[in-house]
């Protein structure tokens, strides 16, 4: 099994407008928003932080901490956001060690629980997460899955 290296923006920030950029790319979200959010984790404003995959130099993975993704229940915060891995990288436990990661890395923080929004039903409970509820997601009609990771 090939090796990758799971690193934090912290520990790369050089990496910060390439990973605006990956992130934009996939998700559609202006990059200018995710530039944002990096600064505010890069300046130590936020302990929400930017998690990459790495293949090489290259990200092949990632996924973020919001204060929300988009959702109306501004109850459930923190959210880990913009999980992605890419096509040919799947199958490989790339997404379930970055949920790791993530989940360890915010609970030395003392944060916890955390949540998240979905339309997989059954990807996330093989990682220790819980479906909690139905959201409404900004701008959309039908209602998301929002799950919990305690």
């Given amino acids: ?6 690193v934090t923006l912290r520990q790369k920030p050089e990496l910060k407008e390439e990973a605006a950029i990956w992130f934009h ?11 944002e959010c990096m600064e505010a984790y890069l300046n130590n404003t ?6 990459l995959c790495l293949d090489g130099g290259h990200i092949v993975g990632g996924l973020g901490v919001i204060e929300n993704d988009f959702h109306n229940r501004k109850d459930l ?25 993530v989940v360890k890395d ?11 929004i979905t339309d997989h039903t059954t990807f996330y409970e093989r990682y220790g997460w819980e479906f909690l509820c139905m959201v409404q997601c ?5 209602m998301t899955r929002m799950y919990i990771h305690r």
Avoid at 25 to 35: F, K
Avoid at 106 to 116: F, Q, R, V
């Fill in 77 to 101: 915060t923190p959210n880990v956001c913009a999980v992605y891995t890419k096509k040919e990288y799947r199958c490989q436990g790339i997404a379930g060690q970055l949920l790791d990661i």
């Fill in 25 to 35: 790319d996939i998700w559609g979200v202006p990059q200018e928003a995710y530039l």
């Fill in 1 to 6: 099994m090939k090796e990758y290296t799971y």
């Fill in 46 to 51: 936020t302990e929400y932080g930017w998690y």
């Fill in 106 to 116: 915010m609970k030395a923080k003392g944060i916890s629980p955390l949540y998240l």
């Fill in 138 to 142: 900004n701008d959309e009609l039908n």
